[in-house]
């Protein structure tokens, strides 16, 4: 069966600090691959999507990038965090197109 | 641009009772429709999904039911249980089928 790890479930960093967010997908093969976050009071936004290795979709224009190095695994990144990046990080990934999304755990982010 | 709307933000029910959650969209060339639940601080677990093509799903005591061209899917969750507290939400599937829109959600509370 497919499973998708996130971690770390909990992250506080200062302004101005990096990060690092890792998602990998075990028991299938070429998925799409998503972040998302959700802000307190506001719906799921869609970050960035990928199809395949090196290919990165974004969709909000802001100081997050992503890259998939290997096929079942996606980082989100920022070389300088912001305040209002905080909030509730999710991966998500697909198989082929149209079916079911399945979500990992989420990483709260809290950025002081 | 697709827009996804579900009202009310938050509903409260007596244990028995039948759920009913609303889920709108603005654009109706959609590939499918997912309902999904998120308990807090949680990632989001899929519940249904719906093609285009369809008009109802069912898995125990859920039912989804899609309307493409009014732009409406409606969520039945027959005899509500305190376990069924949670937020539900829906997301749309675009003519790909591999981008999800989300509505806000609507938080749920079961009463015992």
């Known amino acids: 069966s497919q499973t998708i790890h996130q971690w770390p479930a909990t992250l506080v960093q200062p302004v101005g600090s990096p990060l690092s967010l890792e998602c990998t997908v075990e028991g299938t093969s070429n998925p799409n691959l998503y972040w998302y976050r959700q802000a307190a009071g506001r719906g799921l936004q869609l970050l960035f999507y990928s199809v395949g290795i090196g290919q990165i979709s974004s969709e909000v224009p802001q100081n997050l990038s992503a890259s998939r190095p290997q096929d079942r695994q996606f980082i989100l990144s920022s070389k300088k965090l912001l305040l209002s990046d905080s909030g509730f990080y999710l991966c998500?990934?697909?198989?082929?197109?149209?079916?079911?999304?399945?979500f990992g755990n989420g990483t709260r982010l809290t950025v002081t | 641009k697709q827009e996804v709307t579900q009202i009310p933000a938050a509903l409260s029910v007596p244990e028995g009772e039948n759920l009913v959650l609303n889920c709108s969209f603005t654009d109706s060339a959609i590939y499918n429709l997912q309902w999904f639940r998120q308990d807090p601080g949680k990632g989001l677990t899929s519940l249904l999904l719906i093609q285009s093509s369809q008009r109802e799903q069912t898995s125990g005591r859920l039912n989804a039911s899609l309307d493409k061209s009014s732009g409406r899917s409606t969520l039945y969750i027959a005899a509500s249980q305190p376990g069924d507290s949670a937020t539900y939400l829906c997301a749309v599937g675009g003519a790909a089928g591999n981008k999800l829109t989300f509505g806000g959600g609507t938080r749920v509370l079961v009463k015992p």
């Open positions: 998500a990934w697909m198989g082929q197109a149209g079916s079911p999304l399945h």
